[in-house]
T-cell receptor, first 115, second 113 residues
Framework: AQSVTQPDIHITVSEGASLELRCNYS??????LFWYVQSPGQGLQLLLK??????LVQGIKGFEAEFKRSQSSFNLRKPSVHWSDAAEYFC?????????????FGKGTLLTVNP | DTEVTQTPKHLVMGMTNKKSLKCEQH?????MYWYKQKAKKPPELMFV???????INESVPSRFSPECPNSSLLNLHLHALQPEDSALYLC????????????FGSGTRLTVV
């Protein structure tokens, strides 16, 4: 079965600093990988996704992520963090075929941005 | 319309009540999902409706009952809930294939008293 590990429960960065959120996955086949962001009390918004091709993918809000098969990682990055980026970030892996397809989420990383 | 709409946004119900959560999308998506999310936890999958077929998560108690009246609507019927069922209930939809992420609604904050 697939699984996702986000090693960092909480990260604090200063506004304007760079950001990297870590994600490691476990899945036997080619993974479908996603990053979502959730503001307090809100639903999840898709930031970016990867399923094939270029291993560096660009997303919304200036985020990017790099897929590294050798490390089973899909880390999220942003060169300069804005205060509005403070939120919970979830990495997810999609697996299964047809009606059995489902997303499995990591436990999330809470991002705090200091002024 | 690129949204998933969930109603109500907030719901407080007693343990003997019957209530329903509603989810609607008009993106032509063929798969819809119910997730439960406790505070500071990731979403947990409850039910999947994919191409009009319901996939049951055996770990979900029978006091939760999904219903899919048509391809745009997904309801979650609640009956005799417990206080530990208090959570954010999220609905999501997708095109139904592996290549697509999910579009999530903003959720219903449920409190069982």
């Amino acid at each position: 079965a697939q699984s996702v590990t986000q090693p960092d429960i909480h990260i604090t960065v200063s506004e304007g600093a760079s950001l990297e959120l870590r994600c490691n996955y476990s899945y036997g086949a080619t993974p479908y990988l996603f990053w979502y962001v959730q503001s307090p009390g809100q639903g999840l918004q898709l930031l970016l996704k990867y399923f094939s091709g270029d291993t560096l993918v660009q997303g919304i809000k200036g985020f990017e992520a790099e897929f590294k098969r050798s490390q089973s990682s899909f880390n999220l990055r942003k060169p300069s963090v804005h205060w509005s980026d403070a939120a919970e970030y979830f990495c997810a892996v999609g697996a299964g075929g047809g009606s059995n397809y489902k997303l499995t989420f990591g436990k999330g990383t809470l991002l705090t941005v200091n002024p | 319309d690129t949204e998933v709409t969930q109603t109500p946004k907030h719901l407080v119900m007693g343990m003997t009540n019957k209530k329903s959560l509603k989810c609607e999308q008009h993106m032509g998506h063929r798969a819809m999902y119910w997730y439960k999310q406790k505070a500071k936890k990731p979403p947990e999958l409850m039910f999947v409706y994919s191409y009009e077929k319901l996939s049951i998560n055996e770990s979900v108690p029978s006091r939760f009952s999904p219903e899919c009246p048509n391809s745009s609507l997904l309801n979650l019927h609640l009956h005799a809930l417990q206080p530990e069922d208090s959570a954010l209930y999220l609905c999501a939809s997708s095109r139904g294939g592996q290549f697509y992420g999910y579009t999530f609604g903003s959720g219903t904050r449920l409190t069982v008293v």
